[in-house]
């Protein structure tokens, strides 16, 4: 076997880690010797609420193994918060090398019922509350030339899952900001990834019966997420991650069909849509101007 992952040295922030995947992705890191600033708001599911207990009580188990942690109880999406969650960090340690951003809470209800502030809290603890974290520690990793994050994101962006219209955009937002900051970060050697998690925690009992929930332990995604914030680490993947099973998710663009410039009308897409969506010659693209020289390619013939 390969050497150990290990991260001695290293300091990581992990947002949300009072519960859940948080908790377990920060039991991990500090085993393998990070130290960690356990990051919780301490609310409720739908994110009412706060209390410091939650990451307290981590940073408690985390000591009790030896390893190091501090508890910090800000909310992602407080600026002034995330501020001080970083100045902590940095006075602490002097360093951040890693952030994994993973609170979030849900408000699921179908469109008819979804209120505004539904949508809107939502949005807010899963894009600003991953944007905000990662603006802060950004130019801190680029000074360092190095640096990995994680976003997660969730079967329901991606895919989409009944009643959480919300939830699947702010989680696909986060895949957006990911492809955008893997190009932004190469230079400095600012790996970002993201994880698409399935687990037994507060967010899903109740969804799924015991003995299904007993098989989806939060504990067998985190190994995901550790290699992901490796210094091995590819960037720009998204790491589907549940049951003990992984597997890598990616949107894929077909060859399609260059149907000319003149003349082109609606009939015409309509009437070529069995070659617009043929599936042979499809490829998933590492940036946008890829997609751009297909279409050149195309205009030229090819
Ligand atoms: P969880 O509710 O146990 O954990 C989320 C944590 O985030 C909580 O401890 C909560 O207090 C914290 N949090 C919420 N708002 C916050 C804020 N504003 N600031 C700081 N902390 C805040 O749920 P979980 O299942 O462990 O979820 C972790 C992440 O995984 C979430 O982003 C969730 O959307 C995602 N996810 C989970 C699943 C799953 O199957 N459990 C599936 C897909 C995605």
Known sequence: MADDIRFDGQVAIVTGAGGGLGRQHALELARRGAKV????????VDG????????????????AFGGEAIAHG????????VADLVKTTIDKWGRIDILVANAGILRDR???????????????????????????VWDIMKAQNYGRIVVTTSSSGMYGNFGQSNYGAAKMAVLGLMNTLKLEGAKNNVKINAISPVAATRMTEGLMPPEVLEKLKPEYVTP???????E????????????????LSRIFETEGVYLGEGGLSAEEVRDSWEQITAEPGQQAYFNGGEQGQKFFRKLGGG
Do not use: R, W
């Not at 979804?114 to 944007?131: K, R, S, Y």
């Not at 091995?232 to 597997?247: E, Q, S």
């Open 74 to 81: 800000a909310s992602v999406t407080d600026d002034a918060g």
């Open 37 to 44: 600033v356990v990051n919780d708001l301490g609310g409720s």
């Open 110 to 136: 179908t469109l008819t019922k979804m209120e505004l502030a539904d949508f809107e809290a939502v949005i807010q603890v899963h894009v600003f509350g991953t944007f905000k974290p990662i603006k802060a």
């Open 224 to 230: 995901g997420v550790v290699y992901l914030v490796s």
């Open 232 to 247: 091995d680490a590819p960037t720009g993947a998204i790491l589907t991650a549940g049951a003990g099973a992984f597997a």
């Open 48 to 63: 009412s609420g706060g209390s410091s207990e939650a990451a307290k009580a981590v940073v408690a188990e985390i000591e």
